[in-house]
Nanobody, 124 residues
Framework: QVQLVESGGGSVQAGGSLRLSCAPS????????LGWFRQAPGKEREGVAT?????GTYYADSVKDRFTISRDNNVLYLQMNSLKPEDTAMYYC????????????????????WGQGTQVTVSA
């Protein structure tokens, strides 16, 4: 049974930076498509960024040029710069086998492995 554990959330002022990490435990496959999602109160969970095992990436328009997704030795990262109050949400890392494209707009329903979430709060 695979588990994902996120870390790195917190509270920052607008314009600040945070780096989220996500580490797997259990049986893990390097070919997994990995992604970051976020969910704000009263809103649906949305895909923020994804990355393939070969480094191909997808970013939501709202975070392009501000966020960077990366993976190293099975650990997934999300570097978030120039944070805005609208980035405030619970952030989740997720994984799935690569049966669908991993570089197009991701849907939460496609991912079957999830972390517990880490809160990111950005104040104006």
């Amino acid at each position: 049974q695979v588990q994902l554990v996120e870390s790195g959330g917190g509270s920052v002022q607008a314009g600040g930076s945070l780096r989220l990490s996500c580490a797997p435990s259990g049986i893990w496959y390097r070919t997994y498509c990995l992604g970051w999602f976020r969910q704000a109160p009263g809103k649906e969970r949305e895909g923020v960024a994804t990355i393939t095992n070969l480094g191909g990436t997808y970013y939501a328009d709202s975070v392009k040029d501000r966020f960077t997704i990366s993976r190293d030795n099975n650990v997934l990262y999300l570097q978030m710069n120039s944070l805005k109050p609208e980035d405030t949400a619970m952030y989740y890392c997720a994984a799935r086998p690569p049966f669908l494209s991993c570089t197009s707009s991701p849907m939460a329903s496609e991912f079957n492995i999830w972390g517990q979430g880490t809160q990111v709060t950005v104040s104006a």
